[in-house]
């Protein structure tokens, strides 16, 4: 079993920036597929980025060139760095842990509780 912990959110105005942490425990954090994820009441879980054990990564279009994900596997942790923050943006952040890179939330079993990103106006 892997357990995640998320970090980092808070209310933010629109402009800003914000990193989102997840620490992992549990299982060897260096061998799986890391993704940010996020949801907003009423909408299905929209995914935002993925990075390899190895760094590659990737990330939906709507946060290219604004959000970098990354990864430090001797500290067990990824991180999602948010910049030029939207009112768009507002959501709870999951990470979450799969073995394959996807966009699909389905392919991630392991999820934490989620952290609120509020982005005001």
């Known amino acids: 079993q892997l357990q995640l912990v998320e970090s980092g959110g808070r209310l933010v105005q629109a402009g800003g920036s914000l990193r989102l942490s997840c620490a992992a425990s549990?299982?060897?954090?260096?061998?799986?597929?890391m993704g940010w994820f996020r949801q907003t009441p009423g909408k299905e879980r929209e995914f935002v980025a993925a990075i390899s054990w190895s760094g590659d990564s990737t990330y939906a279009d709507s946060v290219k060139g604004r959000f970098t994900i990354s990864r430090d596997n001797a500290k067990n942790t990824v991180y999602l760095q948010m910049n030029s923050l939207k009112p768009e943006d507002t959501a709870v952040y999951y990470c979450?842990?799969?073995?394959?890179?996807?966009?699909?939330?389905?392919?991630?079993?392991?999820w934490g509780q989620g952290t609120q990103v509020t982005v005001s106006s």
């Open positions: 979450a842990a799969g073995t394959s890179s996807s966009s699909w939330y389905a392919n991630y079993p392991y």
């Open positions: 549990g299982r060897t954090f260096s061998s799986y597929v």
